[in-house]
């Protein structure tokens, strides 16, 4: 995506940056929840995690986002 958008810009700078950004924020920000999560869960050795679940729900979510 971010290729595609640097091919069409005439200029890069600061708003071309932005609107990257907003077009990934939803996309991204879920999946570092997700790890961040996943990771905690691991370091207080949480039982009765649900980690596939969390993961199967992330790629869902991807997958319906533009």
């Given at each position: 995506?971010?290729?595609?958008?640097l091919?069409?810009?005439?200029?890069w700078?600061?708003?071309?940056?932005?609107?990257?950004?907003?077009?990934?924020?939803?996309?991204?920000?879920?999946?570092?929840?997700?790890?961040?999560?996943?990771?905690?869960?691991?370091?207080?050795?949480?039982?009765?995690?649900?980690?596939?679940g969390?993961?199967?729900?992330?790629?869902?979510?991807?997958?319906?986002?533009?």
């Open positions: 995506m971010l290729t595609g958008m091919a069409a810009a005439d200029t700078d600061d708003a071309l940056l932005q609107a990257y950004y907003e077009r990934r924020i939803n996309r991204v920000r879920p999946v570092a929840e997700a790890s961040v999560q996943i990771g905690q869960w691991q370091l207080d050795g949480t039982p009765d995690t649900d980690i596939p969390l993961i199967n729900r992330t790629m869902t979510m991807l997958r319906e986002l533009p």
